[in-house]
């Protein structure tokens, strides 16, 4: 009696069935291939996330404007304006302009409507990352320029991540 072992018995199928035995490998292929595939896809649509970057708020093209012309490029809110009480007492006020997830707060004279800075505040991802150029491409400011100075503004519990950038007209 002649005693074959499981291998042998397993190239004997294969043999009898050669069709079944290439879709089966076929489909084993199609399965691993299946698995690699998403993660190469994740891995390009990361790398197009950081090379494509616009400015959500451009800064320096509001340089020179008074209050009233920038709430007529980002529009009014009149929840934001003081009250006659706060008027008499009051030099300055800001009002913020929302746009893309971020927050553009603009401080101004109250009687002359005069701009006096301008901040941008981090979302939660450049706050972890602390990616200083992505904010000033989203401000889309560089840190040498006449027309404004540039200051990011440290977090108080760890000043090496920073909350803001804040932009002052020279």
């Known amino acids: ?60 093209s509001l340089i020179g404007k008074n209050i009233d012309e920038i709430e007529a490029i980002f529009g009014t809110n009149e929840s934001q304006n003081p009250t006659p009480q706060q008027i008499a007492t009051i030099t ?6 929302k746009k893309d997830n971020f927050s553009l707060l603009v401080t101004y004279d109250y009687k002359t409507r005069v701009v006096k800075d301008y901040f941008v505040g981090v979302n939660d991802e450049i706050y972890e990352s602390r990616d200083k150029k992505r904010m000033m491409s989203i401000t889309n400011t560089k840190t040498d320029d006449s027309q404004y100075t540039v200051e990011f503004v440290e977090a108080l519990k760890d000043p090496s991540r920073f909350t803001g950038i804040l932009v002052t007209p020279k």
């Open 1 to 60: 009696m002649e005693t074959k072992t499981l291998s042998q018995k397993g190239m004997g199928w294969i043999k009898k069935h050669p069709i079944i035995s290439i879709i089966g490998v076929i489909f084993i292929i199609g399965l691993i291939g299946s698995t690699i595939d998403p993660v190469e896809k994740k891995s390009d649509q990361n790398t197009s996330h950081q090379v494509v970057q616009q400015s959500v708020f451009d800064v320096p």
């Open 92 to 97: 300055e006020w800001s009002k913020e302009f």
